[in-house]
Each structure stands twice: as C-alpha cells, then as structure tokens.
C-alpha cells in the first residue's frame, strides 16, 4: 500500500514542478503582482478606485457622500495616517469624525472592503498618495 502512496506523492511533486517552469517560460516580460512599477501600481489603483466603488463617494475634487480623495490626502499626508490600515479596519478614521459619516465608511470596511486584496488595497493607497500629481490643483 505505501509504494504506490509514494510514488503519486512524488508524481505529484514532479507534476507541479514542470508545471512551474513552463509557466515561468511565459513570464519574462510580464512582471508578477508584487513586482509592479510605482506608475503600474498607481494605474492599477486608479481604475480598482472607480471599479470598486470607491468613486460613487469620493470624488477627487468636490465633496460627494464622502470627503474628497484631495482633503482625505491632506489630512492623511500631515497626520501621517495609514490608509491600507484604516481600510482594514486597523486604524481609526482621522478625516471625517462626525458619527453618523464614520458609520457609512465602517459599512464598506465591514462589507465589501473585505473582499478586496492586499494587493489591491496598496494599489488604491497608492493611487490616493499620488493623486495631486494626476490632478493638479
Ligand atoms: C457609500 C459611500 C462610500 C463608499 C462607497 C466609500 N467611502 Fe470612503 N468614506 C465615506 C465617508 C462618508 C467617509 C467619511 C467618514 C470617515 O472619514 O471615516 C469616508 C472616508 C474615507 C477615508 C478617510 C478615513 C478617515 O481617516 O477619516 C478613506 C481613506 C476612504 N474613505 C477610502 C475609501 C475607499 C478606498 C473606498 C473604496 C474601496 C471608499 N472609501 C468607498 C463613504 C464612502
């Protein structure tokens, strides 16, 4: 009984390491997730920030439901906050205190928030960073 448990164990070994390299075979040119640019990074963001609804609620310029992303980044660039953190639910919010305003946002970070990646989430946090130099005032 052990002999053959062993040898689909190491098929199995041998199985995804040939699979390994011939995936790598197609990778010379496309970066993986983690090895992004900072330019691909803050593209990418920009487009999770409309994809995921972020948007609806946070214009970049004027006040919607939300705090702009511009006065969420002035606050956030002189109090030194973390966003990936407060998008996680690790920090408290430091833009809008007002009660009834926190409670929207937790909804989100409570809800769909969850299922977005943390390499998604640096990607919006970097978008946000970087917005003044995509819009300038
Ligand atoms: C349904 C409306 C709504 C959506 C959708 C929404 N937000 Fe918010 N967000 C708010 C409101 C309201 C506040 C103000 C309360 C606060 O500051 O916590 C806020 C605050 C924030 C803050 C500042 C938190 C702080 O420190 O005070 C960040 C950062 C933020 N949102 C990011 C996002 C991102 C990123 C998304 C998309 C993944 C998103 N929001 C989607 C309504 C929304």
Redesign the pocket.
């Known amino acids: 009984m052990k002999l053959p448990a062993l040898l689909i164990f190491s098929l199995l070994l041998f199985g995804c390491k040939t699979e390994k390299k011939a995936e790598g075979a197609f990778e010379t040119d496309v970066p993986e997730r983690g090895e992004l640019s900072l330019d691909s990074k803050i593209f990418l963001g920009n487009r999770l ?1 409309s994809e ?3 948007i ?3 214009d970049v310029y004027s006040v919607k ?3 702009s992303v511009k006065k ?1 980044m002035a606050v956030y660039k002189a109090k030194d ?1 973390d ?1 990936v953190a ?2 996680k639910g690790n920090a408290k ?4 205190t007002t009660a009834s ?2 409670a ?2 937790q909804e ?1 970070i409570d809800g769909f ?1 969850k299922k ?1 990646t943390d390499e998604e989430l640096d990607a ?1 946090a970097t978008y946000m960073m970087h917005v003044d130099e995509l819009n300038p005032d």
């Open positions: 920030f995921k609804t972020c609806t609620c946070h439901k939300g705090p969420i906050g966003i407060f998008l919010p430091i833009v809008d305003q926190i929207i946002m989100n928030l977005i919006i």
